[in-house]
């Protein structure tokens, strides 16, 4: 029988090393949080280890992810995520509601501004 749906561990460790870089965490900052070994974490970057469904769960706990940033390959499933997007959205959640708030203006603020240029 084909299933429609298959892991594709390359693309979740591609996307681990991804979210973990964009996120400005060590392989040892991240393996901490996440109650892990370093060693487990590069092996799973490198796709040397698949990890468990609870350990890439944590990851996107830390990470303040999507659990399908992992999961699912292709962008139409996904969404299209880059470095800069994981980048903005990992430090957008470490800002206060003020500053959050502030920042939403001056993007409203600049999407006005395109639009009459």
């Known amino acids: ?10 693309f979740i460790a591609k996307r681990v090393k991804q979210a ?3 996120a400005h965490f060590t392989q040892a900052e991240l393996a901490e949080k996440i109650n892990i070994t370093t060693n487990a974490v590069a092996q799973m ?3 040397r280890m698949h990890p ?3 350990t890439l769960l944590n990851i ?3 990470l303040q992810l999507d659990i399908n940033y992992f999961l699912c390959n292709g962008s139409e ?3 299209e995520t880059n470095e800069l997007d ?9 800002l206060s509601d003020k ?18 240029s």
């Open 1 to 10: 029988m084909e299933y429609q749906y298959k892991l594709d561990y390359s």
């Open 20 to 22: 973990r870089e964009a």
């Open 45 to 47: 970057e490198t796709d």
């Open 52 to 54: 468990k469904l609870q």
């Open 60 to 62: 996107a706990n830390v």
């Open 77 to 79: 499933q996904a969404g």
């Open 86 to 94: 994981l980048s903005l959205h990992s430090r957008f959640h470490s």
């Open 99 to 116: 500053d959050k708030i502030f920042l939403l203006r001056v993007i409203e603020g600049l999407n006005e501004y395109n639009k009459n």
